[in-house]
């Protein structure tokens, strides 16, 4: 794997202890290259969103180990000590609702992370810009998230996951509120983005619609994932 | 990096403002209760300043004549005026009570501080030390001079009790520690009004007198009529007001006095404390314990308005955790709001309180520093009542962002 990209290894998490202990994972394995794409996919309890918050250093695995770019990030404990810059600068996130910040117009809300990072606001503003014409939404960027319809405002969410250019976006169901052709214009400027900016994108979903545009489907169930070929057709 | 805080108050400015308006009620109403007594200490200073006595004599063991009644003869004043650093020495009465403007057609009752004065002339203890209209008491029957808060306008006709005045002088903010207006007459009138009885009170007193053997005896003419003059006359006032003289002390005067003449006798420094800390003690206390309750009501407010807003936002919260957003800016927001909410809060009661405070019967002192007070009082009670609502912000999993 190049300096981008990420890589777990053998992940596991345990909530509770003794009689009342759930294994939510048993072992995850999993890498996803810069630019790649992939989806996971299972059935509601399999472990996806628990995946996803130790992915997203959001709640701590029990074992394991997880490699973002060359850098350890967890090997049986963090190796990280401030998580919360870890996430603001290393990871990108892409919700299932855009949970756009409803007083911040859209460039700002974009912006925000570079700001929390410390970058001015000038700059901040310009590179948030930059990002919002390229998913072609710089005309909306003076608008308020309640302005947009549906599609806009998740591809403002996916400027400000990806405005920070981290090496990976954890895309939690992102397509989920919008129709078919909207969903499949999602993955596909994500596709775009994970190319043009290198960037590993994992989307979690259970969307029919988008599952067969991966070349790569990570299958979680039971705590335990499969990986598999999928059609790929949503990229090339 | 962008004000979180700001943004937020600009989206919502609504509700901004209207809780903001509903709070800086309440904090006009602190403001006025705080101007109410700062209006009663006021009172008492200016009934101690406009009296233009240095000493108050008065009977022994009362602590008169604001405070409780008290009683001397009238030609008391004769020995103290003798008495060594004695400039002046002027009989004085003071009684509250219900005098009726006379002249209007429908009767009205105005509460007021009769004040009888010597007639020494103005300048005198005791007189009004200034006018706004007309002139001072010139006749030494039947003329009065009243405070502007009287309501009543010169040449009014008032009746205190038998009598008719006719008002040919205003003056202001002469005051009773009460905040009654006062009214000014001469003092024979005034120790009438005190003791004089009415028509049939009187009547049935020589009655009573006529029929008592030890006063009607055949064999000792002019008796009756003696006891009868002495029981229709009044030879008492409530005070004398003493001036002293240049170079002698309040307090060397006032101990010969004390020993000689057996009286009670206050500097200024005394009076001054029986009237704020003695006759206003508990309304002040009263109005201490309302400022108390309607400050708690207020953090209160602030408290459940800032919980509720970010409870609003705990979704927004989490998200924002979730990227990357430090506690402390966070935390930076929440307060940043609720103390916007107390600025806002405290400029609506600042100018209701300046608006409101010329309405009360009663006179409001808005003294510049407790609005001060009251500003980073608002302000610290605006950052207490926000921490509840940071604590719970600060307890929100980022996760939360995530589903699952």
Not at chain 1, 37 to 45: A, E, K
Not at chain 1, 116 to 124: C, I, T
Not at chain 2, 83 to 101: D, K
Request: proline letters at 5%; charged letters at 20%.
């Amino acid at each position: 794997m190049t300096g981008r990209g990420i890589r777990i290894e053998g992940l596991k998490k345990r909530y509770g202890s003794g009689d009342t202990a759930v294994d939510a994972l048993k072992g995850v394995d999993m890498e996803v290259a810069p630019g790649e794409v992939v989806g996971l996919v299972g059935p509601s309890g399999s472990g996806k969103s628990t995946l996803l918050k130790c992915l997203g250093a959001v709640i701590e695995p029990t074992a394991g180990r997880m490699t973002l770019g060359n850098e350890v990030i967890y090997d049986d404990g963090w190796k990280i000590r401030d998580l919360r810059a870890l996430r603001r600068d290393k990871i990108g996130f892409v919700f299932q609702a855009p949970y756009l910040i409803p007083f911040l117009d859209v460039t700002d809300n974009v912006a925000l992370l570079p700001m929390l990072a410390g970058e001015p606001n000038g700059k901040a503003r310009q590179r948030a810009l930059e990002l919002l014409t390229a998913l072609d939404v710089q005309h909306r960027a003076k608008a308020m998230p309640s302005q947009l319809s549906g599609g806009e405002q998740q591809r403002v969410a996916i400027a400000r996951g990806l405005v920070n250019r981290p090496p990976v976006i954890l895309a939690d169901e992102p397509t989920a509120p919008l129709d078919s052709v909207r969903a499949l214009a999602v993955i596909r400027i994500l596709g775009d983005m994970a190319k043009r900016y290198q960037t590993a994108v994992i989307v979690v979903t259970h969307d029919e619609k988008i599952i067969p545009t991966f070349k790569r489907i990570y299958h979680i169930r039971d705590g335990v994932t499969h990986e598999e070929a999928g059609e790929g057709r949503g990229f090339d | 990096m962008i004000s979180l805080a700001g943004r937020d108050i600009l989206h919502a400015w609504g509700k901004f403002v209207f809780t903001g308006i509903g709070l800086g009620l309440l904090i006009g109403v602190t403001l006025v209760m705080a101007g109410v007594y700062r209006g009663m200490i006021d009172d008492a200073m200016v009934l101690l300043d406009n009296s233009g006595a240095d000493l108050w004599v008065v009977q022994k063991d009362t602590q008169g004549p604001y405070a409780e009644s008290s009683s001397l003869y009238d030609d008391t004043w004769r020995g103290i005026a003798a008495m060594p650093g004695v400039a002046s020495a002027n009989n004085i009465t003071y009684l509250t009570m219900q005098v009726r403007a006379a002249n209007h057609g429908q009767p009205r009752d105005v509460r007021a501080m009769v004040v009888g004065i010597a007639p020494d002339g103005p300048g005198s203890a005791g007189w009004p030390p200034y006018l706004v209209a007309g002139r001072q008491i010139t006749r030494s029957h039947y003329e009065a001079v009243a405070d502007i808060a009287s309501g009543f306008k010169l040449g009014d006709t008032l009746q205190i009790r038998r009598n008719r005045y006719t008002v040919v002088g205003l003056t202001r903010r002469m005051v009773s520690s009460n905040g009654d207006p006062m009214v000014f007459i001469p003092l024979k009138d005034a120790q009438q009004a005190q003791f004089l009885k009415d028509n049939e009170a009187i009547l049935q007193q020589r009655r009573r007198a006529t029929e008592n053997p030890a006063f009607n005896r055949p064999g000792v003419p002019g008796l009756l009529d003696a006891i009868i003059a002495s029981q229709s006359t009044n030879n008492y006032v409530n005070a004398v007001l003493v001036r002293i003289k240049p170079g002698y002390t309040a307090d060397e005067v006032a101990a010969p006095i004390r020993r000689w003449k057996r009286l009670t006798v206050f500097t200024r420094a005394q009076m001054q404390d029986i009237l704020v800390n003695k006759l206003i003690a508990t309304a002040s206390k009263q109005i201490g314990m309302f400022m108390v309750i309607l400050a708690i009501v207020s953090a209160a407010i602030v408290a459940f308005i800032i919980y509720t807003l970010t409870m609003d936002k705990i979704r927004e919260i989490a998200v924002l955790k979730l990227i990357g957003t430090r506690n402390r800016t966070i935390a930076a927001m929440i307060m940043q709001q609720a103390l916007a909410l107390g600025l806002i809060g405290f400029a609506v009661g600042k100018i209701t309180a300046t608006f409101a405070a010329p309405l009360f019967p009663k006179f409001v002192l808005l003294m510049p520093g407790d609005s001060i007070a009251g500003f980073f009082a608002v302000m610290v009670i605006c950052a207490l009542a926000s921490l509840v609502a940071i604590r719970m912000a600060l307890k929100v999993d980022p996760a939360e962002a995530i589903g699952g």
